[in-house]
Nanobody, 122 residues
Framework: QVQLVESGGGLVQAGGSLRLSCAASGRTFSSYAMGWFRQAPGKEREFVAAISWSGGSTLYADSVKGRFTISRDNAKNTVYLQMNSLKPEDTAVYYC???????????????WGQGTQVTVSS
């Protein structure tokens, strides 16, 4: 099993930056692909970014491509989401997730964190 804890959310003005972190427990972190998803009020959970177990492959939603960067440090059991040029429409609860399979489909992920709120003011 993998337990995930997100941090780094907060309130930021449009155009600003935040870096989210997701710390994982367990010794098998490096064997899991990791994903970031978000959910705004009244909307479905949507894919943001994913990274393969090695960090060698990444996927991004079109809405964040060029602004967000996903990375991981397997020695620290941590995955990151660097968010730049934030927009009000990026406001949501952000979740990290883990699964052995590398995917942009949230239903495929077995393990989830509790989420961290990101609010972007205009």
């Amino acid at each position: 099993q993998v337990q995930l804890v997100e941090s780094g959310g907060g309130l930021v003005q449009a155009g600003g930056s935040l870096r989210l972190s997701c710390a994982a427990s367990g010794r098998t972190f490096s064997s899991y692909a990791m994903g970031w998803f978000r959910q705004a009020p009244g909307k479905e959970r949507e894919f943001v970014a994913a990274i393969s177990w090695s960090g060698g492959s990444t996927l991004y939603a079109d809405s964040v491509k060029g602004r967000f960067t996903i990375s991981r440090d397997n020695a620290k059991n941590t995955v990151y989401l660097q968010m730049n040029s934030l927009k009000p429409e990026d406001t949501a609860v952000y979740y990290c997730a883990a699964d052995p399979r590398y995917s942009r489909t949230f239903r495929q992920y077995d393990y989830w964190g509790q989420g961290t709120q990101v609010t972007v003011s205009s």
